[in-house]
């Protein structure tokens, strides 16, 4: 008797490891399901701002309200990195990514949209 129990207490071991990798492989396929919407939702607003034309005098408003207080008012640095020439270091699209993520703690991320992205875009090519 001690064999039929052992072998019902090896089904419900199997049972609940199967339960335990199905939820697993569920948590999985949605952190992978918001990964790659997140991704491609990012490379949509890229996209986007990479196909405006952006105007550096808006675009040195913006920065004037929003990046004064780390990168100075002549964007030389203060406790952000002077960002002359930043476009020669990074592309549009790792500045973007730079702006939009706050990669580089301190630095925040902010929410801009496409529009004022090119703006601000346009103001670091005009630093060079």
Do not use: W
Not at 21 to 43: M, T, Y
Not at 80 to 87: A, E
């Amino acid at each position: 008797m001690s064999t039929s129990s052992s072998t019902a207490a090896e089904r419900d071991f199997k049972r609940e490891f199967l339960k335990i990798v199905i939820i697993l492989f569920g948590v999985l396929l949605i952190c992978f399901s918001i990964f790659f919407l997140k991704h491609q939702e990012n490379s949509k607003y890229i996209i986007e701002t990479l196909e405006l034309n952006g105007s550096a005098e808006e675009g040195d408003a913006l920065f004037k309200i929003n990046c004064v207080g780390c990168h100075g008012i002549t964007a030389r640095g203060l406790v952000g990195p002077d960002l002359h020439s930043i476009t020669q270091r990074l592309n549009d699209k790792e500045i973007i990514k730079q702006v939009t993520g706050g990669l580089t703690p301190p630095m925040p991320s902010f929410e801009i949209d496409p529009e004022n992205m090119s703006n601000l875009l346009k103001y670091l090519h005009s630093l060079e």
